[in-house]
């Protein structure tokens, strides 16, 4: 049974920082892509970050310099750091997991408010 569970979100000042977690079972992890998306109120959800099963890695351009995305094939866990936040960085984000069959998972979120 393939579970992604997401945990570190909470509420930051702007300029603030937080780093989520993702912690994956169920699947053979390090052959997986691993995403994480955000979906804010009345919006579609985004790709914010993508790591593939090889390591490279891609942002789309709004959180490029201030985010970072890792994996950690022992721990089977997918890291989201994020520094400088901004209050539009405010969205619920999601872990999600592409295995190689071509399967997609996702997570149930977790929330991000970035506000003073």
């Known amino acids: 049974q393939v579970q992604l569970v997401e945990s570190g979100g909470g509420l930051v000042q702007p300029g603030g920082s937080l780093r989520l977690s993702c912690a994956a079972s169920?699947?053979?992890?390090?052959?997986?892509?691993m995403s994480w998306y955000r979906q804010a109120p009345g919006k579609e959800r985004e790709l914010v970050a993508h790591?593939?099963?090889?390591?490279?890695?891609n942002y789309v351009n709004s959180v490029k310099g201030r985010f970072i995305i890792s994996k950690d094939n022992v721990k089977k866990t997918v890291y989201l750091q994020m520094i400088s936040l901004k209050p539009e960085d405010t969205a619920v984000y999601y872990c999600?997991?592409?295995?190689?069959?071509?399967?997609?998972?996702w997570g149930q979120g977790t929330q991000v408010t970035v506000s003073s």
């Open positions: 169920g699947f053979t992890f390090s052959s997986a892509s």
């Open positions: 999600r997991a592409l295995r190689v069959d071509g399967f997609v998972f």
């Open positions: 790591i593939s099963n090889t390591g490279s890695t």
